[in-house]
């Protein structure tokens, strides 16, 4: 890269010896391939479809992202609940909640959305779990988790 050094009516080129951080990308998108039902209170919700995980940090057996890197994410999930049925879910980043969604019981399907962006530190680990302890979300996908470094 060169900059340049002199004014705008007679610039000079300068070599940058500039040194720029590698970024990995670190981005899921996740599915839940069965429908889940009377969940306990405070219980990992995994969703445990698998349609992009680069960079490995979500695991589908636990339900857990851990950050393997500083920075930025964003966050997101939806979740359908089926008929007459309600599901409260809420974002926790280690212990701390961060954000909540809550399906309203209805005469026909309901899907709700959230999105939480958080500064995270190398190790820290985020989920999705219930908020209380009832509850029916669909599968497939009516009902996924996202999240991606900025």
Not at 6 to 23: F, I, W, Y
Not at 26 to 39: E, R
Not at 73 to 81: G, L
Request: net charge positive.
């Amino acid at each position: 890269m060169e900059i340049f050094k002199g004014g705008r009516d007679s610039p000079t080129p300068q070599e940058c010896h500039c040194k720029t951080k590698e970024r990995r990308t670190i981005a899921f998108q996740i599915m839940s391939s069965t429908g889940l039902k009377n969940l306990p209170k405070h219980a990992v919700v995994k969703f445990d479809k698998v349609v992009t995980n680069i960079g490995g940090a979500y695991s589908p057996s636990t339900g857990i992202f851990t950050c393997q890197e500083d920075g930025v994410y964003s966050f997101a999930w939806t979740t359908q609940t089926a008929s007459g049925s309600r599901f409260n879910s809420e974002f926790v980043v280690d212990s701390s909640i961060i954000a909540y969604n809550y399906n309203m019981p209805g005469s026909n399907s309901q899907s709700s959305s959230q999105t939480a962006v958080v500064d995270l530190k190398k190790g820290n680990k985020a989920w999705i779990r219930t908020y209380s302890n009832h509850g029916y979300f669909l599968n497939n996908a009516w009902s996924s988790f996202t999240g991606f470094k900025i």
